[in-house]
């Protein structure tokens, strides 16, 4: 009798288990979503009335403007993940999932956020007792460290976040690069389309840097020839991996480093470059890979002769005729421009190199040689640039440190002067432009310089 107990017993439990096993799809292993109640909070605050509150120097303490002590929630979706390793210890999120009017960073020491706050996840966030600041340019909140915002906590994180049961999907808002500057977007998940990473880049270099784990900036250029960059971290899993050789689309977050504009992948699968490359429409042109090198040999000299050498810009700001001229002297050619009879006050003409790609991990070197003559003050600078466009006065420009030719106010010099060895290790990773800007006026400062053998080596 007992032993036909056990058999009823062992019968009845492999029933059972037949019928587990039969609820379960063949290879579907996947663990199912644990169903949650929607917190319920009140919602009284939002991120562009949070952000409002920054008075844009040292961080201010979130609270309610009535002086009470009340929780203060807003509301917002998840538009970042850490799961590649591009986005650390950092939370992105907008006040919808499509065309967000505010989005903000919030500065945590909590990692492996991704496992429950997901692209698309709708959140609530009490704001009450944190601070709103800046990182580098960027709105953040986060606690107050000093004159600087700082890190939340991981306990204070997690019981200041609350999962909804929402989750949408996300739709980036498509823009143009030139429309990238504008503050109200930073934040926000962004789409860029028919662009490419320049010549020399593009299908050559890696996402981030191979050598170390130094974070490095990657342009992103369209088809007039405007420039983004795009940030790659050196612990992100993606960044050995080749940058993709077409034409196409971007999605990104939009961020900022002080001047700096800047885009934040979350993963691969937001570049979508499979399309036919355009040729950079009416910018600088292509971006040339180092060795670079120019001497002038190869134009027509002369009075009137411009210099004119493709991916080059030549421009005098003012509308005037003159610009810088390739002359020649002894069988050598070089570049030359002078204020004297220019009838222009003041006389202000830029020359720009191309594009010059400097690779990661390398410390470039500018040199050139200059002459001046009948000098009677300071009218060059050298500049540089890493957003130049094609319009010398919309870029931002850097001065370097060179040495140039001074003290000849009756004649010009025997020799040109060298630059010297001028480091651009600084600008490793990115595109740059190289200018020698002149200013003067036919009524003043009319010195005369002459500029040849510029190079670019690493």
């Known amino acids: 009798m007992k032993k036909l107990k056990n058999i009823k017993l062992l019968s009845f439990l492999f029933f059972l288990g037949m019928i587990a096993t039969s609820c379960v799809h063949d290879d579907d292993f996947s663990v199912p979503e644990i169903i949650v109640e929607e917190p319920n909070v009140n919602v009284n605050t939002s991120i562009a009335s949070v952000k409002a509150m920054y008075d844009g120097f040292n961080p201010v303490k979130i609270e309610a403007g009535d002086g009470s002590t009340n929780e203060m929630y807003l509301e917002a979706y998840v538009i970042s993940s850490d799961e590649s390793g591009n986005i650390y210890k950092q939370l992105f999120v907008q006040d919808s999932p499509e065309n967000p009017t505010a989005g903000v960073s919030i500065s945590t020491n909590a990692t492996d956020l991704y496992a429950k706050l997901e692209p698309g996840r709708k959140i609530y966030l009490r704001v009450d007792g944190l601070y709103i600041g800046e990182y580098a340019g960027l709105p953040t909140i986060g606690v107050q460290q000093g004159d600087e915002i700082g890190r939340i906590g991981v306990e204070d994180f997690e019981e200041r976040i ?50 170390n784990n130094f974070g490095v900036n990657r342009p992103i250029e369209d088809c007039n020839g405007s420039v983004i960059m795009m940030r790659t971290s050196g612990y992100s899993d993606f960044k050995n991996m080749t940058l993709p050789s077409g034409n196409g689309s971007v999605t990104a977050i939009l961020s900022i480093f002080n001047s700096d504009i800047q885009l934040f992948l979350r993963n691969t699968d937001d570049v979508q470059m499979n399309g036919e490359r355009c040729g950079g429409g009416d910018g600088p042109g292509d971006a040339l890979a180092l060795p670079f090198s120019q001497d002038f040999e190869g134009q027509a000299s002369g009075t009137g002769s411009a210099v004119s050498i493709e991916g080059w810009t030549n421009v005098n700001v ?48 500018l040199s050139f040689g200059t002459k001046d003559g009948f000098n009677n003050g300071n009218a060059l600078t050298i500049k540089i640039s890493t957003d130049f466009t094609g319009d010398v006065t919309a870029a931002t420009w850097s ?52 500029i040849d053998n510029v190079s670019v080596v690493e």
């Open 162 to 211: 609350l999962r909804s049961t929402v989750s949408e999907e996300l739709v980036p808002r498509v823009m143009s690069i030139s429309e990238a500057s504008n503050p109200a977007r930073l934040s926000t998940l962004v789409k860029f389309e028919d662009v490419q990473f320049p010549n020399g880049l593009a299908g050559v270099e890696a996402y981030g840097n191979l050598d």
């Open 318 to 365: 003012n509308g005037g005729t003159r610009v810088w001229e390739v002359r020649e002297f002894d069988g050598n050619k070089y570049a030359q421009t002078s204020a004297f009879s220019s009838n222009e006050n003041p006389y202000e003409t830029w020359l720009v190199t191309p594009g010059l790609i400097l690779p990661e991990g390398t410390s470039p070197k």
């Open 399 to 450: 001065p370097l440190n060179a040495t140039i030719s001074t003290g000849n106010t009756s004649g010009y010099g025997d020799s040109f002067v060298p630059s010297g060895d001028i480091d651009l290790s600084a600008y490793a990773g990115q595109v740059v432009y190289v200018a020698y800007h002149y200013v003067g006026a036919s009524n003043g400062t009319t010195t005369t310089y002459q």
